[in-house]
């Protein structure tokens, strides 16, 4: 058996799938990620480099799924599920960070799904030998809400600020006021 391409990662590699993650693909075509220990790759069909990008995690498991929502007449794209060494659980969309929650402990795999009727559930299976059925919580935002073309008013903004920090200071300041009300003892 002959190869038609190789590619040379550098550091131990831990999943490697077929997802359609680029917004840039076809429906038709498919990237190959590569998660390594600190470098997510998108490969081409043909094993050149679409994108990689260097983490700053020590990452353990990687998962693709297919979102619930896709917005009409878009050909759905997979994102990913990443599981880090600190315990950390990453979504991605392409190589763009949308998501980060805590675990109890470090994934050592990773599986997205429905059960009981609700969509959405991330089964982490952790190094600790724990089974774990994980909901985010919300849904994810449909659209971006920009702040372009609208008026920001720095005043208000520094003004604010300052109250902050000032609630900030009087409320975590070491020196606390000793009671002025005092006991005397007198012994006999």
Not at 27 to 46: H, M, Y
Not at 76 to 95: A, C, E, N, V
Not at 120 to 144: F, K, N, P, S
């Amino acid at each position: 058996m002959t190869p038609e391409w190789h590619f040379t990662v550098g550091e131990h590699v831990h999943t490697v799938l077929v997802a359609r993650v680029s917004r840039s693909r076809a429906a038709s075509q498919v990237d190959i990620v590569v998660l390594a220990e600190r470098l997510l790759i998108f490969l081409k069909e043909n094993g050149a480099v679409r994108d990689q990008r260097r983490l700053d995690y020590s990452a353990c498991c990687c998962r693709a799924f297919t979102p619930a929502f896709t917005p009409g007449g878009v050909a759905p794209q997979d994102q990913l599920l990443i599981g880090s060494r600190t315990g950390s659980l990453l979504i991605y969309r392409d190589m763009e960070l949308l998501w980060s929650a805590r675990l109890p402990s470090p994934a050592a795999s990773l599986g997205f799904g429905s059960f009981g009727g609700q969509p959405g559930l991330i089964l982490c299976h952790g190094t600790d030998g724990g089974l774990r059925l994980c909901y985010l919580g919300t849904a994810q935002a449909e659209r971006v809400v920009s702040a372009e073309g609208k008026e920001l008013n720095y005043e208000a903004m520094d003004a604010e600020h300052r109250k902050l920090l000032g609630v900030i200071r009087d409320t975590s300041s070491a020196a606390k006021k000793e009671p002025t009300d005092g006991v005397t003892l007198w012994a006999q």
